[in-house]
């Protein structure tokens, strides 16, 4: 455990002085956020029952989860594999399952950041107050966390170099940070997109967690069941075509 925590703190250190965490995961979601509801806060989004500004918090908060899970681990796993560092720690007594064990809390820190620096904004500056169970939320957020890393992990196993590495991350990555409502609202997309995005799995996080945050419970278990199926498939995908080299 000691040697766990010293490799974590290494770790965790190197992902805050990367520029691009600090952008796109904790800068990011914070600004977008602020644009929305100073622009259309406190108006109704389409007939979804939310305004502006709750159905801005729930997309928001999954920004961070959507940049960790699409481009940081994938792109960490991939990268230690093609320089052969993984390989070399495997001979070891540093165990390279300890290094991406780090490398995937290390991301999963950085979300649950990003979605705190969020909500002390929306919460303390704009007022914002959540309908639903608070703690009931942060299960289905973490669920959503699960599921999505679940999906990095899968990518890392099967990308066996860089380059395939890039085109796949893109591929998930940014029609699900523009098309599943992460970034935008779903309610202000055109029918047909809107039916993408609720088919998209951060879509249907993103779903489930708005109607959690209004406290609407009857419509949420085939969502749940759908982000277990993804969480379980993909994990078992990542384990079973996972290489060191």
Known sequence: MKRFLSM???EQKIFFRSPDVILFCLAMPLVVFVVITMITGGK???DSGLTYLQSA???LSTVGICCSAFMSIPITV??????????????SPCSPARLLACDTICSGVIAALSTLILTVAAVVVFGYRMQGNVFV???????TMI???SIGLMVASLCRTTKSMNVATSLLYFPMLLLSGATIPAEVFPAGLRAVSGWMPLGVGIGLLKSVSMGCYDKTLMSVMTLIAIAVICSTIAIKTFRWE
């Open 78 to 91: 991939v990268e230690l594999r093609s320089q052969g560092i993984l390989r070399r720690m495997y001979c």
């Open 137 to 143: 939320y942060l299960a289905v957020w973490l669920l």
């Open 8 to 10: 974590y703190r290494v």
């Open 44 to 46: 109704n989004a389409a």
């Open 147 to 149: 599921s999505m890393f």
């Open 57 to 59: 918090y729930v997309s």
